[in-house]
C-alpha cells in the first residue's frame, strides 16, 4: 500500500504545479509529473513479488517461466501511453513556444490579448 | 523493495524542486533525473521494454524543454497575493481534500502491492508463447492481440507531429500581417 501512497503524493504534486504556478514552463512541468506518476502507479498494479519481466527465455519450459512472470497487459498499454505522452509535449512545447514569440514572457497573468 | 522506496522518494524531491524552484532551466533538469529515476523503477518492477522507451523518449523531451527554456528571459514572477489568488488557493485545497477522500476508497478496493489480479491477462500468459511464438509477450500483445491499438498509437502521433508543425509554422502569419505578394 505505501507505494500507491507515494505515487499519489506525486500525482499531486503535479496538479498543484498546475494549478499554483504562473509560469507556462512550470505548468508543462507539472504536466510531465502528472504523466509519470499515471504510469508509474498502472505499472505498480500489475506487479507482483518476486516477479520477472514477462519474457520466455527458453521455448522448452515456457509453461514453467509463465508462472512467475508479473501482468504484460499494463506494460503494454503503458509503451503506448508514454509515447502518446511525448507527442501531447511536443504539441504543448509548441504552444509555449509561439506564445513566447508573440508576448515575450511566459507569465500566464501577462498572456492577456487572447481571444478567439 | 528499499531500492523501490528510495526512488519513489527521490522522484518526490525532484518534483518538489522541479515546481518550487525559480529558475527554470535547474526545474527543467530535475524533471530529466525524475524521468531517469523512473525508468530504473520499472526496471525493477520487471519492464525492461518500459525502461528503454522511457529513457528515449525522457530524452527528447528534455531536449524540447531545453529548446523552451534555454536563452529565454527567465522572468520570476513578483508574488502579490491578490484576492483572486487567495481564492483560487483554496480552491486548490478543497480539490485536493475531496480527491484524497475518493483515492483512499479507492486503494481500498485495489488489490494489496505485489498480489494483482490475473483475470485478463490469464490467457495471454498462458497461451501467448504457444499462439504467437514471440518470446516477450508484451510485444506479443502489442503487435499480435492488440496491434489496433498500436496502429491508433501511431495516428496520435502522427496528428501531433502535424499539429506541433502547423502551430510552429512562419509563413502564412507573416503573409497575413503584412501582404500577400511574398507567399
Not at chain 1, 500525482?11 to 509519470?36: P, R, S, T
Not at chain 1, 498494479?45 to 527458453?58: E, N, Q
Not at chain 2, 500483445?141 to 496528428?159: K, P
Request: neutral net charge; glycine residues 8%; hydrophobic residues 55%.
Amino acid at each position: 500500500m505505501v507505494p500507491y501512497i507515494l505515487c499519489t503524493i506525486l500525482l499531486l504534486l503535479g496538479i498543484y504545479g498546475i494549478i499554483a504556478k504562473k509560469n507556462l514552463v512550470k505548468i508543462v512541468i507539472g504536466l510531465l509529473i502528472i504523466e509519470y506518476a499515471t504510469n508509474l502507479l498502472l505499472i505498480l498494479i500489475g506487479y507482483r513479488t518476486g516477479g520477472t519481466a514477462p519474457i520466455v527465455s527458453d521455448a522448452r519450459y515456457a509453461a514453467v517461466e509463465s508462472a512467475n512472470f508479473v501482468d504484460p497487459i499494463p506494460q503494454a498499454l503503458i509503451v503506448t501511453s508514454i509515447v502518446i505522452g511525448l507527442g501531447i509535449t511536443a504539441m504543448v512545447i509548441a504552444i509555449c513556444l509561439r506564445l513566447y514569440e508573440k508576448y515575450g514572457t511566459f507569465d500566464i497573468l501577462q498572456i492577456r490579448r487572447l481571444k478567439g | 523493495m528499499i531500492l523501490l522506496y528510495g526512488l519513489l522518494a527521490f522522484m518526490i524531491i525532484g518534483a518538489i524542486i522541479a515546481i518550487e524552484t525559480k529558475d527554470l532551466l535547474s526545474s527543467v533538469i530535475s524533471v530529466g533525473a525524475m524521468g531517469l529515476a523512473l525508468s530504473i523503477i520499472f526496471l525493477i518492477l520487471g519492464a525492461p521494454d518500459l525502461a528503454i522507451v522511457q529513457v528515449v523518449v525522457e530524452v527528447v523531451a528534455l531536449i524540447m524543454l531545453l529548446r523552451l527554456v534555454v536563452e529565454r528571459e527567465d522572468v520570476t514572477i513578483a508574488h502579490r497575493y491578490r484576492y483572486g489568488e487567495v481564492f483560487s488557493t483554496a480552491v486548490g485545497l478543497v480539490f485536493f481534500g475531496i480527491f484524497i477522500v475518493f483515492a483512499s476508497l479507492a486503494y481500498r478496493g485495489m488489490p494489496e502491492f505485489g498480489n494483482p489480479v490475473f483475470r485478463v491477462s490469464e490467457m495471454y500468459i498462458r497461451d501467448g508463447f504457444s499462439v504467437s511464438r514471440a518470446a516477450n509477450l508484451v510485444t506479443a500483445i502489442l503487435l499480435d492481440f492488440r496491434a489496433y491499438d498500436t496502429l491508433g498509437e501511431a495516428t496520435v502521433i502522427f496528428v501531433s507531429i502535424v499539429g506541433a508543425l502547423v502551430i510552429l509554422r512562419k509563413k502564412g502569419r507573416i503573409s497575413d500581417e503584412r501582404d500577400d505578394t511574398d507567399r
